[in-house]
């Protein structure tokens, strides 16, 4: 994002004016970027009849296989109402099934259904292609991979 905007209430940081507004760049171009590619999921996601949350449940157990509905929830980064909300209406489509485990009676399990299976071998691919072509358009191979290289770093 490029557009520059200046401190309305001035406050002091302890940071020097380059690194205040680096910090603000970097935050700020993460969350639109963020909301770039929850626009491009949206894409898909709506060609599928589904949500940007369901798709994200469905590719999480297609790519992880069964978990734990708070596996599930910490992947995908839900809150767990949110998780059992969504998954419950997947659970009515028929994409997935949730059976406590016999070992608590508090652990839910998590799986596919072969309907399920189905949809995100539909969904996986479509969303690679549109996020790579998305990333491709704007970044050379050696870019996206020193992007990835350093949202890894900072994310682990």
Request: net charge positive.
């Amino acid at each position: 994002m490029t557009t520059k905007m200046i401190t309305y209430v001035k406050i002091i940081t302890g940071k020097d004016k380059e690194q205040e507004m680096n910090c603000t760049s970097i935050f700020r171009d993460v969350m639109y970027l963020k909301h770039k590619l929850n626009n491009v999921a949206s894409e898909v996601a709506n060609d599928l009849d589904l949500r940007v949350s369901e798709m994200a449940i469905i590719d999480t157990l297609g790519k992880y296989g069964p978990l734990t509905m708070s596996k599930l929830a910490a992947t995908c980064f839900f809150s767990p109402p949110n998780a059992t909300y969504t998954v419950r209406s997947l659970e009515k489509r028929k994409f997935l099934t949730r059976k406590r485990s016999v070992d608590s009676h508090r652990v839910v399990n998590v799986k596919l259904t072969p309907a399920g299976v189905k949809v995100f071998k539909n969904s996986y691919p479509t969303m690679i292609h549109v996020v790579n072509e998305f990333l491709a358009g704007n970044l050379t191979k050696k870019e996206r991979d020193t992007l990835a290289r350093l949202l890894n770093k900072l994310t682990n």
